[in-house]
C-alpha cells in the first residue's frame, strides 16, 4: 500500500548550501532501496519535505526523522493513501527556493515565506504542489 506523507520541521542549527547537498544525496543514494521518492523545500531554517513508498517504510523513514536532533518542532501535516505517486520521479529531488516568485507564497499564506506552521497540511500540500511546478527542482534522479 502507498503512502504520502508531508512534514515540517526546523533545523536546530544554521543548514548551508553543502549541508543542504550533503542530506539529498544521502537520501537520493538510501531511498531506492526502501521505494521512498519525494521532493524537499528548505528556506529560512524550514524543511518541507514530501515522501511516498510503502506505508511501512514511509513511517519508519518519518520516525528516523522525527528523532534526529538535527530537526526540532517536526510536525506531521498531511497522511494519506494514495493510487499513485505524485513524485515518482525524484529519490529526492529539492525545490529551488531561489527562483520561486514571492506571489506564489502569497497566494497561499499571511506573508511570501515558507511557513507551514501557519497553515493547514491541505494548503501545504497545494503548495507543495506549485512549488514543484513552478520553481525548477534539483537533485533530479
Not at 39 to 50: K, N, R, Y
Not at 63 to 76: F, G, K, S, W, Y
Not at 102 to 117: G, I, N
Amino acid at each position: 500500500m502507498l503512502v504520502r506523507l508531508m512534514y515540517a520541521s526546523r533545523a536546530v542549527a544554521a543548514v548551508d548550501q553543502a549541508a543542504l547537498v550533503a542530506i539529498l544525496r544521502q537520501s537520493k543514494a538510501a531511498n531506492p532501496g526502501h521505494g521512498i521518492t519525494g521532493v524537499l523545500c528548505f528556506s529560512e531554517g524550514i524543511f518541507l519535505q514530501v515522501l511516498e513508498g510503502g506505508r511501512s517504510a514511509v513511517n519508519r523513514l518519518y520516525n528516523r526523522i522525527a528523532a534526529d536532533p538535527r530537526h526540532t518542532q517536526v510536525e506531521l501535516l498531511k497522511y494519506e493513501e494514495i493510487g499513485e505517486r505524485r513524485f515518482a520521479g525524484w529519490s529526492m529531488g529539492q525545490v529551488n527556493m531561489a527562483r520561486l516568485n514571492p506571489a506564489l507564497l502569497l497566494k497561499y499564506s499571511e506573508r511570501a515565506t515558507l511557513d507551514p506552521y501557519a497553515v493547514s497540511g491541505q494548503v501545504s500540500m497545494a503548495l507543495f504542489e506549485e512549488l514543484v511546478a513552478t520553481a525548477s527542482v534539483v537533485g533530479q534522479p
